[in-house]
């Protein structure tokens, strides 16, 4: 009879320690997330201002040697009965604002 209460209080714990767990992971991924978003506001914002509202398109994403997020740009530019130009830039974080430089592609 003991044995079996400490086979249930285990499994119980263990399935408690699993939920934690997932708790702290879900966690985790959010605010990981809304971190990733209010970077993401900041510079869709910057580049609001800087180029006109909507004309930019984000196409990638990435780190720099620091750990820095930074993202590649692309603006297209449109002309009747020829195939869209596009200009390409990086966008960066440097400190509490953003730069950006054309970049070759």
Known sequence: MFQLLIFVLIAITLVLLSMFITGLMDQYKTEKEEKKSIVRDGILGYLDRTFGFGTVKIFKSFLDAEGNDGYLVYLSMHEWF????????????????????????
């Open 82 to 105: 020829k195939s869209p130009t596009y200009q390409w830039y990086e966008v960066y974080a440097v400190g509490n604002d953003f730069r950006h430089a054309e970049t070759e592609r």
